[in-house]
């Protein structure tokens, strides 16, 4: 697949997923498997966290290009990273990487929203061993977390 590169949510997407891999990897953080993290609340029960910030920042980890467009969050449970991206055929891309930033596997979930501000919205939610998400035209795919088998669609 080809993905956009130039899009500006391609950044979005990036920045999101390295600050959030930064954080887990440096804090050894609880799971966030939803959107706005366990409870739904933007609420972390991390102990031991920074009081300032290094001036230039954590240290970066790893970066990922190459998800497409969108404006996904990500999620993160059981080892494994879920992000969402819109491809270059439209077509909505759930990505799992190891905690490394390694690609585990990726899958489409049928078409995404082309209308205004076009892309990936969805924040994959992570139930168990399952792994949800929902385009912007309402596609609701769940697949297996581990192997990326799409379970079922409506």
Same mark, same amino acid.
């Given at each position: ?5 130039? $899009? +500006?949510?391609?950044? &979005?997407?990036?920045?999101?997923? #390295?600050?959030? =891999?930064? #954080?887990?990897? !440096?804090?050894?953080? $609880? $799971?966030? @498997?939803?959107?706005?993290? @366990?409870?739904? %609340? ?6 031991? #966290? ?5 001036? =230039?920042?954590?240290?970066? !980890? ?11 969050? +990500? =999620? ?5 990273l879920f992000i ?11 990505? =799992?990487?190891? !905690?490394?930033?390694? !690609? ?6 049928? +078409? ?14 992570? %139930?168990? %061993? ?7 035209n309402g596609n609701?795919? &769940?697949? %297996? ?10």
């Open positions: 697949m080809n993905f956009v590169k130039s $899009d +500006p949510g391609v950044k &979005c997407l990036s920045v999101a997923v #390295l600050l959030i =891999a930064a #954080l887990a990897q !440096l804090t050894l953080a $609880d $799971d966030s @498997p939803q959107f706005r993290g @366990p409870n739904r %609340d933007g609420c972390s029960n991390e102990k031991n #966290l920074l009081k300032i910030w290094p001036e =230039a920042g954590p240290n970066l !980890l790893w970066s990922i290009e190459g998800l497409g467009t969108g404006w996904s969050s +990500p =999620a993160i449970a059981d080892g494994l969402t991206g819109m491809d270059n055929e439209k077509n909505g891309v759930l990505f =799992a990487y190891d !905690l490394a930033g390694i !690609l585990k596997w990726k899958k489409t979930y049928g +078409p995404e929203w082309t209308g205004s501000f076009p892309g990936a919205r969805t924040t994959p939610t992570v %139930d168990g %061993d399952r792994v949800y998400v929902v385009s912007g609701l795919v &769940c697949f %297996d977390a581990k192997s990326g088998r799409e379970i079922w669609a409506v």
